[in-house]
Nanobody, 124 residues
Framework: VQLQASGGGLVQAGGSLRLSCSASGGTISGYVMGWFRQAPGKEREFVATIVWSDNYGYYTDSVKGRFTISRDDAKNTVYLQMNTLKPEDSVVYYC??????????????????WGQGTLVTVSS
């Protein structure tokens, strides 16, 4: 499956953005979908993940209550709604997919497929 992330851009602190991750070459049903982010010179870190079977999101502590992951299997797309954005959220965001039903996958090595990044910049 190929993943295409989009929706990044420039926003003021406190604002919102919605990232999208569109899949092609296969259906995301049956996949665990995740969002990660990476700052220059740092390791890619987990942001959120969702399982198709229960549609429940798991989040890293720093985004809980601000970000919401969701999926629309009919559109073969996963979203990351980001609210109350902070300057420290300014990094490149990546979507990823892992075949199966395991919940709470948080490591980059858990995921098999990756999209290209989309840059989010939050101005203070």
């Amino acid at each position: 499956v190929q993943l295409q992330a989009s929706g990044g851009g420039l926003v003021q602190a406190g604002g919102s953005l919605r990232l999208s991750c569109s899949a092609s070459g296969g259906t995301i049903s049956g996949y665990v979908m995740g969002w990660f982010r990476q700052a220059p010179g740092k390791e890619r870190e987990f942001v959120a993940t969702i399982v198709w079977s229960d549609n429940y999101g798991y989040y890293t502590d720093s985004v809980k209550g601000r970000f919401t992951i969701s999926r629309d299997d009919a559109k073969n797309t996963v979203y990351l709604q980001m609210n109350t954005l902070k300057p420290e959220d300014s990094v490149v965001y990546y979507c990823a997919a892992s075949p199966g039903l395991r919940v709470g996958l948080r490591k980059t090595t858990d995921y098999k497929y990756w999209g290209q990044g989309t840059l989010v910049t939050v101005s203070s």
